[in-house]
């Protein structure tokens, strides 16, 4: 019984102990710009590991997680172990008392936070700071620049080196410089220390980077410090040495540039075709081939010459023939000092002329801006006249038709009229009531004309054939029942219609009131309006025979009532044309 | 009096020829693709008073290859309404396609499409004329046959006729192009507003090398419509009348 209660007992207290996150740092307090080891280790495995926050120390590295597990056999005994460790390196940058946050991790689910911590950096004593003026005097670097006013793709050089006189036991880049804004090509440098003399003072130095930098933009750039990680051999003052012991140590240090300002201006406004290369270029072109067979391939080649920042000039837009199958250019270069020294750079195109006939490559042209001459240049290459002689390979011959579609894929508006009328600006337009008063006078006109016609022509007395149209038109009207009549075969009315019509047409036309109609006013006003005395005795036979017919009965009425219209119509006619 | 008026035509001449090398010069320009100073150059013709729809083209033209499609866009429009051109049509179309703005058009219904592609095939002035013309010769036939017993009435009729629906043409087409205000948006970005207040509701936004049609005047305000029919007020100062 008691044994187990042991056995838990450890359990437990193992158990308790792994769920414990520790914080530890090699040195506290330490001093403004030592390197300080920070880490966070825990017995067990855990995942999820959350940073801390460094208020103001700068993390030079970290979190690195590292994990040890180890597995004992003692006295029969079995036992294993896992500890996860993360690591910082920290550096100090000025003095004061820091506190670490708590991190975190997971272990089995459960969020274990360790403690907050507080680490205290002091200040260099007066011993230390006069050793550190000590090594910056003799180890520094220096940076130099070749030109610190420029126009933007004009090119510098930036050379690091290292000036030492202490035993360097090895160097290490820890922060590279940020170049924003340039475009950085790295040149080839040797790591030998060579011995030079500033001031009468011996310097060992060594180039450790040697940069051209095109600027890219145009502003105040800043280029950076660079730091360096330096190992220095140094004397063991402390007398207590062991016989084994070393007479050095190894001093850790880190030294950097100081930062350096470039102004980079604009270039000037420059022209359609310019291309950002700036330098002082001149530009070859060559043809391997002017005379030619279709289908075979010729060779155009560029070549650009000169100092500036060649590495950026694209290849430039040359017109090929249109009948030409052109392919990307093969671009090769030798650049020295990334430009600074005369560099060559060639473009060659693989052009394969289709068709026969006689060709032109026009001339292409580079636009550079002058940095020296602070203008901008153009170098052009020549025409290249080819001939292309029709390819007499059977090949050819057993091919089909090789017809070309011609498209056109561009569209750009049509081209500008070279001549033209110039005319005063006016309204070019009448005016709107002008407009009226011409169009509608003719309106108007024809309107009075036709006014005219239908007043005045009814007392033209000399229009004999117009007066008998006129009559027999109201003879029409006046007979339209009796007309109708006849289209029903109604018999009985017609003959009173027929007479109906008589006497109100004579009434109408003699101003005759209704009382006084009978045959003795026919004959007076007939005589007094000097109408024929055959036309009298007609009317009034035309009546009676009316009057006699509508009382007897007759077989044949059908052809008698067409008879009696007539007669009608024509009296009615007469009457008309007597009294016009 | 004699003198006077020879002087003043002199002048003219003298003026019309120097715009003529005007415009050769402002061609030249074009030429080498020095747009602004051609533009300059035709603007110089058009400040002595004079204009023609190829003068009108150029500019637009320069105006184009400058890339201010507004001025483009109102060029190329001031060119067509001077004349009618299958190139300015066709180089409007284009700089229609790079403004910010696409307007979708309402379709019109085919009579009137045909009606207006009968208006438009002259100018308003040429229809004055051609409508005085014939009703002029309708009379002058009246009164032909009132005096010889010229008896084919219906001619007569087929003239009225004829002559009617060239007062219609005419009066359309004075709708169309003299009564109708159409303008371009010069500013890059305009709310067109529901009311001619600052204040009122934003319905849409133009942007510059828009057509719009002028419907209404209220102080700097206008009423415009756009073709796809939706309509609001906007400032006038931002476009510019055709």
């Not at chain 1, 590991?49 to 994990?67: A, E, H, Q």
Request: some cysteine.
């Amino acid at each position: 019984m008691k044994k187990i209660i042991l056995i838990l007992f450890v359990f437990i207290s193992t158990l308790s102990f792994a769920q414990k996150l520790s914080v530890t740092a090699d040195k506290n307090p330490a001093i403004v710009g030592e390197q300080i080891l920070i880490q966070y280790s825990i017995d067990t495995e855990g995942s999820n590991f959350k940073s801390p926050n460094f208020n103001g120390l700068r993390v030079l590295s970290g979190p690195n997680p590292s994990t040890q597990s180890s597995y004992s056999f003692v006295n029969g005994k079995s036992q294993s172990s896992t500890k996860t460790t993360y690591s910082y390196y920290l550096k100090a940058t000025k003095e004061g008392t820091f506190n670490i946050t708590p991190a975190t991790i997971k272990v089995d689910g459960k969020t274990i936070t360790s403690k907050s911590y507080q680490l205290k950096i002091v200040k260099v004593s007066e011993k230390n700071k006069a050793q550190k003026k000590l090594l910056s005097e003799n180890l520094f670097i220096k940076v130099d620049v070749s030109k610190r006013n420029i126009v933007v793709g004009e090119q510098i050089i930036v050379t690091y080196k290292l000036f030492t006189r202490l035993e360097l036991n090895n160097t290490e880049l820890s922060e590279l410089p940020d170049l924003n804004g340039f475009w950085t090509k790295d040149l080839e440098t040797s790591s030998s220390f060579k011995r030079d003399v500033i001031d009468g003072v011996p310097y060992n130095v060594a180039t450790i980077k040697k940069s051209v930098l095109t600027a890219q933009k145009s502003g105040k750039l800043i280029i950076d410090p660079m730091e360096l990680k330096c190992s220095i051999r140094v004397k063991n003052n402390k007398r207590n040495r062991g016989f084994f012991s070393n007479n050095y140590q190894i001093q850790e240090e880190y030294i950097s540039s100081k930062s350096i300002t470039i102004t980079v201006t604009e270039l000037p406004t420059p022209p359609p075709n310019f291309h950002g290369a700036v330098g002082k270029f001149t530009i070859k072109s060559e043809v391997d081939n002017t005379t030619s067979n279709a289908n075979e391939a010729i060779s155009y080649k560029l070549t650009i010459t000169g100092t500036g920042n060649i590495e950026l000039i694209e290849p430039l837009a040359i017109q090929f023939p249109e009948d030409f199958e052109v392919y990307d250019p093969k671009i090769s270069d030798r650049i020295f000092e990334g430009g600074r020294k005369r560099s060559i750079k060639t473009f060659e195109y693989l052009l394969i002329p289709r068709y026969e006939g006689e060709y032109t490559i026009t001339s292409s042209s580079l636009v550079y801006y002058n940095n020296k001459t602070k203008k901008y240049e153009t170098k052009k290459t020549p025409q290249h006249h080819l001939i292309i002689n029709a390819n007499n390979n059977t090949e050819d011959e057993n091919s089909t038709i090789n017809q070309q579609i011609i498209k056109t894929e561009k569209k750009d508006i049509h081209y500008i009229f070279t001549t033209t009328k110039l005319k005063e600006i006016r309204d070019n337009i009448l005016n709107k009531n002008l407009f009226i008063l011409i169009f509608f006078l003719p309106i108007f006109l024809i309107i009075l004309l036709w006014t005219h016609n239908t007043i005045v022509g009814k007392t033209d007395t000399n229009s004999s054939d117009w007066k008998n149209k006129k009559a027999n038109k109201i003879a029409l009207k006046r007979l339209k029942y009796a007309q109708n009549c006849i289209n029903n075969n109604d018999f009985d009315s017609f003959f009173e219609e027929i007479e109906k019509s008589l006497w109100v047409y004579f009434a109408d036309k003699f101003k005759v009131s209704i009382a006084d109609l009978s045959k003795e006013t026919v004959s007076t006003h007939f005589y007094s309006n000097a109408i024929d005395i055959n036309t009298e005795k007609e009317f009034i036979a035309l009546l009676d025979e009316c009057e006699f017919a509508r009382y007897a009965p007759d077989s044949n009425k059908n052809t008698q009532m067409g008879e009696i219209l007539n007669k009608a119509k024509r009296i009615i006619i007469e009457v008309e044309t007597a009294l016009r | 009096m004699k003198s006077k008026t020879l002087i003043i035509t002199l002048l003219v001449s003298i003026s019309s020829f120097a715009s003529d090398q005007l415009f050769e010069k402002a061609n030249k320009a074009y030429n080498n693709s020095d747009y602004t100073s051609a533009i300059t150059l035709y603007d110089s013709i058009l400040i002595t008073g004079l204009e023609s729809s190829e003068l009108y083209y150029n500019l637009a033209n320069s105006h184009y290859k400058a890339q201010d499609w507004a001025n483009a866009i109102w060029y190329y429009e001031k060119s067509l309404k001077l004349e009618k051109n299958e190139k300015t049509i066709q180089n409007l179309e284009l700089a229609n396609l790079k403004i910010i703005d696409r307007i979708e058009e309402i379709p019109q219904l085919f009579y009137k499409k045909w009606f207006s592609s009968f208006i438009s095939i002259f100018n308003t002035f040429s229809w004055q004329l051609i409508s005085i013309l014939i009703i002029w010769l309708t009379l002058a036939i009246k009164i032909l046959s009132q005096f010889t017993n010229y008896k084919k009435k219906h001619f007569l009729s087929v003239m009225y006729s004829i002559s009617l629906i060239s007062l219609f043409a005419t009066y359309s087409s004075y709708q169309l192009n003299i009564t109708k205000k159409q303008a371009i948006i010069f500013t890059s970005s305009i709310a067109v507003n529901s009311a001619p207040t600052t204040n009122s509701t934003i319905l849409f936004s133009l942007h510059s090398g828009s057509k719009i049609e002028i419907l209404d005047t209220i102080g700097e305000w206008i009423n415009i419509r756009i073709a796809n029919g939706s309509s609001g007020w906007i400032k006038e100062s931002s476009c510019k009348i055709l």
